[in-house]
């Protein structure tokens, strides 16, 4: 059974740990604010006494946060999804399309994270960076300790290799041929 000052003693105690669990998780810059909001989250249970063990209470909130970020962050990656369907051919005239948007589905979104998983982890990375959280390519230079020429490199290979993935796996082929053409099957 806990307390507050025993959650408090925890979380001083595994702030570090947390940080680093997290870190697997999330960009680096929002570590600190999930590490943060994990505290507060666990100060905010009003029966403490049920907690049996703080410290695995404190690293689950840490990763359901974490993986809340990331939820988030997959919304903002379907915005920014445009950008790989004009490099695979779409026209900007099909995007705008009311029945090809009634045609897309949440498995080419899948296909498209799934292309993402397959890059290279430092690809990944850099690319994720860029496309999801909005980084500069200096700001992921910085961060990935690598040449901001390095880091064009691996956004562009990143999506060289997105573009080829979901072409090998484009399920949804027979649907833009069709509307290209100006019907709809």
Do not use: W
């Not at 570590?31 to 049920?50: H, L, M, P």
């Not at 897309?104 to 397959?118: G, K, L, P, T």
């Not at 850099?126 to 956004?155: C, D, N, P």
């Amino acid at each position: 059974m806990a307390n507050e000052d025993e959650i408090f003693q925890s979380f001083m105690k595994l702030r570090g740990r947390i940080a680093r669990a997290v870190l697997g998780i999330v960009p680096p810059k929002e570590v600190e604010d999930i590490v943060q909001e994990t505290y507060v989250r666990a100060c905010q249970i009003t029966n403490k006494e049920a907690i049996t063990e703080p410290q695995a209470f404190l690293f689950k909130i840490a990763r359901n946060l974490a993986l809340d970020y990331v939820k988030r962050a997959d919304t903002r990656l379907s915005v920014s999804i445009g950008d790989t369907d004009e490099a695979v051919g779409i026209s900007s005239s099909l995007l705008t399309d009311k029945t090809f948007n009634e045609v897309v589905s949440s498995e080419e979104f899948s296909d498209f994270c799934e292309a993402v998983r397959r890059l290279p982890i430092q690809r990944r990375r850099a690319f994720v960076l860029k496309k999801v959280y909005g980084y500069t390519q200096r700001e992921i230079a910085t961060e990935m300790k690598l040449s901001e020429k390095t880091v064009e490199r691996h956004i562009a290979l990143g999506m060289e290799n997105c573009i080829e993935y979901l072409k090998r796996h484009d399920r949804s082929s027979d649907a833009k041929s069709s509307l290209h053409k100006g019907r709809v099957s």
